[in-house]
């Protein structure tokens, strides 16, 4: 049985060099509760452990403040200017009619693969406090990376939109938790977004405007021969 699993990853920038920089590298939940939580019982238990050990951390960036009009439809944001707007916040309205929350994609942006069996999903950060997601609830979603390989996105719901979201530098976000064989311990390894990953996460993300609302075991099917050849390399 391996020691651990490698899972590789990479800023996903849309071609905006600083975020090489700027989305930093996932920390591990259990260092970060380690710390905060110094002395706590339950810190020594198998079974909190287990369930965490594989849980990272996102964190903001940046300083950003996102105001939401639900009446006019409208997002905007109060720094950065057009361009890093249309690359990096997708207003996506009310999903369902209204007063339910509005949705809104935000930044960072992030890809992750493995040549393992490994299920990756995003959700909420246990335990930890964070003012940047106080006016808003993640919306979890998961996939296995070495059969589907494309950048998770930091989608939310607005819970008021009277009130901005107030994302402040080095503030956790949301967390990615990964679900190995046996359960081995994940070892995050940086890599390049080269030619062929772009390509290969645009393959992936492409497929939903021919092919929407498959069912992931479908879609592993209809990438299988492409991944395969891009994990080999």
């Not at 996102?66 to 009446?71: F, G, L, M, R």
């Not at 589907?148 to 989608?155: G, H, Q, S, V």
């Not at 070892?187 to 290969?200: N, Y």
């Not at 492409?206 to 492409?226: C, D, R, T």
Request: net charge positive; with cysteine.
């Amino acid at each position: 049985m391996k020691k651990y699993v490698e899972v590789f990853w990479t800023p996903h920038t849309f071609e905006e060099a600083a975020m090489l920089h700027l989305f930093t590298t996932p920390k591990p939940l259990l260092g970060l509760v380690n710390v905060q939580r110094k002395g706590a019982s339950y810190l020594k238990c198998p079974a909190f452990q287990e369930t965490i050990k594989n849980e990272f951390v996102i964190q903001a960036p940046f300083d950003l403040n996102i105001t939401v009009n639900a009446d006019e439809q409208t997002v905007t944001t109060d720094r950065f200017g057009q361009k890093f707007y249309d690359a990096f916040i997708n207003n996506r309205g009310n999903q369902s009619p209204r007063p339910n929350p509005y949705m809104v994609t935000l930044p960072p942006y992030y890809t992750f693969y493995s040549k393992d069996s490994v299920h990756m999903e995003s959700k909420d950060v246990s335990l930890l406090a964070s003012g940047s997601t106080s006016n808003i609830k993640i919306i979890p979603g998961g996939f296995n990376i070495s059969k589907w390989i494309r950048p998770i996105e930091f989608a939310v719901e607005v819970t008021d939109t009277s009130k901005p979201i107030e994302m402040r530098l080095g503030d956790p976000l949301f967390s990615v938790r990964f679900t190995t064989p046996n359960n081995v311990p994940v070892k995050l390894t940086r890599v390049e977004r080269t030619q062929d990953l772009r390509t290969i996460m645009q393959a992936c993300v492409g497929v939903k405007n021919y092919m929407p609302n498959m069912k992931l075991e479908k879609v592993y099917e209809i990438a299988a021969s492409y991944v395969s050849l891009f994990l080999k390399k």
